[in-house]
Nanobody
Framework: QAQLVESGGGLVQAGGSLRLSCVASGRTLTSPSMGWFRQGPGKEREFVAAISGSGGFTYYSDSVKGRFTISETNAKNTVYLQMNSLKREDTAVYYC????????????????WGQGTQVTVSS
C-alpha cells in the first residue's frame, strides 16, 4: 500500500497561490485515481479535487472549480494541487488519498490519512 506524504502548505494572503504535493511511494502503474481532501477548523473533511487513474479526467468540488488544478507526474508517484485565487475559506489541512472514481470517496481499502499539510489564507 502506498505511503502518502503531503507538503507545500503555508501562510498566504487572500488572492495568492500555493502548490501542494502528494508523494506516493509504492504506487504502481495500475494505480487508482487520486484525490485531494481538506478539513477546515471545526469542519468535516471534504472532497476537493480528483484525477483519474489514467490521468485523463479531473473533477472538482464547486467551491474550488476554476481556481484549483489537480495534476500528476508521468511517473504517477506525485499528485499536485495548484491553488490560485485563494480565499480565507480555503484555510484547512489538506490531504491526499486514493479514491473511487465516481463517488470520489476514499477507496475502501485506504489505510490511514497522512499528516496533511496546513494551508492558511489571511485577509
Amino acid at each position: 500500500q502506498a505511503q502518502l506524504v503531503e507538503s507545500g502548505g503555508g501562510l498566504v494572503q487572500a488572492g495568492g497561490s500555493l502548490r501542494l504535493s502528494c508523494v506516493a511511494s509504492g504506487r504502481t502503474l495500475t494505480s487508482p485515481s487520486m484525490g485531494w481532501f481538506r478539513q477546515g477548523p471545526g469542519k468535516e473533511r471534504e472532497f476537493v479535487a480528483a484525477i483519474s487513474g489514467s490521468g485523463g479526467f479531473t473533477y472538482y468540488s464547486d467551491s474550488v472549480k476554476g481556481r484549483f488544478t489537480i495534476s500528476e507526474t508521468n511517473a504517477k508517484n506525485t499528485v499536485y494541487l495548484q491553488m490560485n485565487s485563494l480565499k480565507r475559506e480555503d484555510t484547512a489541512v489538506y490531504y491526499c488519498a486514493p479514491i473511487q472514481w465516481g463517488t470520489f470517496a476514499p477507496k475502501a481499502d485506504f489505510g490511514s490519512w497522512g499528516q496533511g499539510t496546513q494551508v492558511t489564507v489571511s485577509s
